[in-house]
């Protein structure tokens, strides 16, 4: 028995059976003698492959993400502690301890002020003023997983590893949403104290059980993947991001590179493509993206010289090509040269960062907005034209979501 417990492909197989039954309604204590029996140690890393596999053979995304809480407290008393954190990850500033003070911060929060103060809430001690202060911080938590989603698992997603950010996106969503709803539950006083209060241990109970996933699944599996200037990349784009309660206790570079090497290290770009600070496109693709948007966009270098405008379907402006290389002064009526001449000198000098007018034109209602366009150092570039017709923006009532499509 032992050889076949040994066998990864035996206990692979296992693993998604277990899945599976618990997908057709068998429960936890069902499934879990015979998880016990079988399996005697699931590391970070397998249980990652597992759900590739499930997900790669046909089961939904939607279906693991179900199953996601449940199969979470199965193997809870069974992942191994053999994906120790790496040293560096132990040190201030690396995203993973700043991902784990913010877990113990939103811990405290959870457990010594919100269930509290729901506890009170519920018994009508307390009018919810502390309870809606403590969800409302709560909240915050989207930062966390901002992170995550937006840092972490693009990282893990070149390694091909895409199933559990999928699984855990999801989750974080759903977690969004009960704080959302507990929050609106009381200031609203949707329900009664007993309904609320149920609501905000429920949400409290899986923003338990998701940081019990990062710490012992995801976090361990990432460790596990990810180099150590990958992990210096993502510290310095979660300072963008923000953080939730608490701040990185420093500032982490890592141990084996120079910090400087790291920040000039340049990406292998192809002939053709135009390198940018947040990506690399095509001319072509780069043209196209500019053509698509339903604005016009005309730039105008420091020289005052018409440089470059967008081609849009639905241009509001007429330009032609024969502008190109022509004194922005020179392509204004007389009678309003003297404003234009002012509008740039107020960007160019700094006493402005942008002009806004709009007109009526026909049935639109039209935006015009001048940007001063300048460098990271503050060195002024040009000035850039945005025109847009926002009649059908200022129709819109209501919401659209995503998940309305």
Known sequence: MSEMINNREYWHKVLKEIIRELHEGKTV???????????????????????????????????????????????????????????????????????????????????????????????????????????????????????????????LEKYDITAPPKVMWGVDDEIRADIKKCIRMVSDKEGTRKEIAEAVRQAAHRVHEMIYKEENILFPMALDTITEEKWYKMAVDGEEIGYTLVKPAGRWTPQREKEEEIIKEKPVVDEGTIKLETGILTK??????????????????????????????????????????RNVANCHPPASVHIVN???????????????????????????????????????????????????????TGEKRLVDK
């Open 29 to 155: 204590d069902e499934v879990k003698e015979r998880f016990d029996e079988l399996i005697q140690g699931v590391s970070a890393s397998e249980i990652s492959q597992m759900e590739q596999n499930l997900i790669a053979e046909g089961l939904p995304v939607e279906e693991v993400q179900r199953l996601c809480d449940v199969h979470a407290a199965v193997f809870k008393g069974s992942i191994e502690d053999i994906h120790k954190p790496q040293s560096s990850a132990e040190m201030p500033g690396h995203p993973v301890h700043t991902f784990r003070m913010e877990n113990r911060a939103i811990e405290r929060l959870i457990d010594n002020k919100l269930l509290p103060a729901a506890e009170k809430f519920e018994k009508g001690e307390d009018n919810g003023e502390d309870l809606l202060r403590h969800l409302n911080d709560l909240a915050s938590i989207d930062k966390h997983y901002s992170r995550k989603e937006n840092i972490l698992f693009p990282y």
């Open 284 to 325: 072509d693709e780069l043209e196209a993206m500019l053509n698509t948007l339903p604005v016009d966009i005309t730039f105008v270098d420091k020289d005052n010289i018409v440089k470059y405008f967008s081609q849009g379907k639905e241009r509001i402006f007429t330009r032609t090509k024969s502008v190109i290389g």
């Open 342 to 396: 002012q509008i740039v000198e107020d960007l160019r000098s700094g006493k402005k960062d942008h002009e806004d007018f709009w007109i009526k034109q026909g049935d639109a209602l039209v935006h015009i907005r001048y940007f001063a366009v300048r460098n990271d150092r503050g060195e002024y570039l040009g000035t850039v034209e945005f025109t847009q017709n926002i009649k059908p923006i200022q129709a819109i």
